[in-house]
C-alpha cells in the first residue's frame, strides 16, 4: 500500500542550524514526491517537487529510491521557516495525493 | 491566481445534523478533493472528483458523501454529523495538466457538539 511517514511531529532548531525534515514513502511505481508548507493562518501551499529539482526560499529535497526517502534540507534556518510541513506522494496516475502525518518546525531565536 | 474558496471558516453543528461544507475553484479545474486535516495524522483524502457529476471516495468516505454538479463546485455532505467528524476540513482543486501542483482553500473548522 501507498504510504507516506514522517517520523517527526515536532522539530525545533535554533535560527542559523540546519534543518533536516524526514519523509519516507512506501511505493511500488514510479514515486513523484513533494513537500507542501503551511504557515501560521495561511492555506496550505507548495514548497517544492521532485521533478523539478528547485531550491525555495533556501529548501532543497533530493529523492533517494535506495532509501525510499525525500528528505528536506535546508542550510540555514530562518524564524520565517516556523510552519507545519507535508511530504506528499502522488498516486493513480499522480491522480491522486498521499500525505504524510506533518511535521511541525519550529525555528527558536 | 487559482482560487479555491470554501464558505465557512468556523462551522458548530450539533449531533445527527446534516452538514454541508461548500467549496468553490474559479480556474476551471477538472480535478477537485476534500481532505480532513487532523493532528498527528496529516491530511486524509474523503473523496475526490474528476470532473463533474464524477466522485470516488478516498481512503476515508464513511459517513461523508458529495456532491459535483457544477465544475467550479465541489460539495461535502455529512449525511449525520457525529463528534468524531470534529475536524479541520481543506477543499483543493487542481488541473490534470498542472504538474500535479493543487491549490488549496483556506479550510473550515467544524466543531460537531
Known amino acids: 500500500a501507498q504510504r507516506v511517514t514522517q517520523p517527526e511531529k515536532l522539530l525545533s532548531v535554533f535560527k542559523g542550524a540546519p534543518v533536516e525534515l524526514k519523509c519516507n514513502y512506501s511505493?511500488?511505481?514510479?514515486?513523484?514526491l513533494f513537500w507542501y508548507v503551511q504557515y501560521s493562518r495561511q492555506r496550505l501551499q507548495l514548497l517544492l517537487r521532485?521533478?523539478s529539482r528547485e531550491s525555495i526560499k533556501g529548501f532543497t529535497a533530493d529523492l533517494n529510491k535506495g532509501e525510499t526517502s525525500f528528505h528536506l534540507k535546508k542550510p540555514f534556518a530562518q524564524e520565517e521557516d516556523s510552519a507545519m510541513y507535508y511530504c506528499?506522494?502522488?498516486?493513480?496516475?499522480?491522480?491522486?495525493?498521499?500525505f504524510g502525518q506533518g511535521t511541525r518546525l519550529t525555528i527558536n531565536p | 491566481d487559482v482560487k479555491v474558496t470554501q464558505s465557512s471558516r468556523y462551522l458548530v453543528k450539533r449531533t445527527g445534523e446534516k452538514v454541508f461544507l461548500e467549496c468553490v475553484q474559479d480556474?476551471?479545474?477538472?480535478?477537485m478533493f476534500w481532505y480532513r486535516q487532523d493532528p498527528g495524522l496529516g491530511l486524509r483524502l474523503i473523496y475526490f472528483?474528476?470532473?463533474?457529476?464524477?466522485?470516488e471516495k478516498g481512503d476515508i468516505p464513511e459517513g461523508y458523501s458529495v456532491s459535483r454538479e457544477k465544475k467550479e463546485r465541489f460539495s461535502l455532505i455529512l449525511e449525520s454529523a457525529s463528534t468524531n467528524q470534529t475536524s479541520m476540513y481543506l477543499c483543493?482543486?487542481?488541473?490534470?495538466?498542472?504538474?500535479?501542483?493543487?491549490?488549496f482553500g483556506s479550510g473550515t473548522r467544524l466543531t460537531v457538539v
Open positions: 472528483s474528476y470532473d463533474v457529476k464524477m466522485k
Open positions: 506528499a506522494l502522488a498516486i493513480q496516475g499522480a491522480q491522486k495525493l498521499v
Open positions: 483543493a482543486s487542481r488541473s490534470p495538466g498542472d504538474n500535479y501542483g493543487y491549490t
Open positions: 521532485h521533478i
Open positions: 480556474m476551471d479545474h477538472e480535478n
Open positions: 511505493y511500488s511505481g514510479s514515486p513523484e
